[in-house]
């Protein structure tokens, strides 16, 4: 399945515009991880704990729009957007949303 940010797919005219198409995860950091980066917040350097928390988030997200594109029988995902919101003030939550177009291809010859 092509899945890309832009509104067209060069080579691939859209034939048909199924749906608006979404996947959301919130991810919970623990204890451990928030103490780690709290200390590398406080010595400077990137925090790799909320790192992988981070990018296991958009890639369960993207994966979950990306199933529900292929449930309605999409070829692709196009003009897709990622979100990023913290929940609450210290509870160490993160959603993360994937939305985009589900759309069906006709390849050019």
Do not use: H, W
């Not at 005219?13 to 590398?40: I, S």
């Not at 196009?78 to 003030?89: A, F, M, Q, R």
Request: glycine share 12%.
């Amino acid at each position: 399945m092509i899945v890309t940010t832009t509104p067209t797919v060069e080579g691939y005219p859209v034939t048909q515009y199924l749906r608006v198409v979404c996947g959301e995860t919130v991810a919970g950091v623990n204890f451990l991880k928030d103490m780690a980066a709290g200390f590398r917040n406080f010595v400077g350097g990137r925090s790799q704990s909320y790192e992988e928390e981070l990018i296991q988030a958009r890639e369960t997200a993207l994966a979950e729009m990306v199933q529900r594109a292929q449930e309605l029988g999409a070829e692709g995902i196009v003009g897709v957007d990622l979100d990023y919101e913290t929940l609450g003030t210290d509870n160490g939550m993160l959603m993360v949303t994937a939305s985009g177009t589900a759309v069906r291809f006709s390849p050019v010859a």
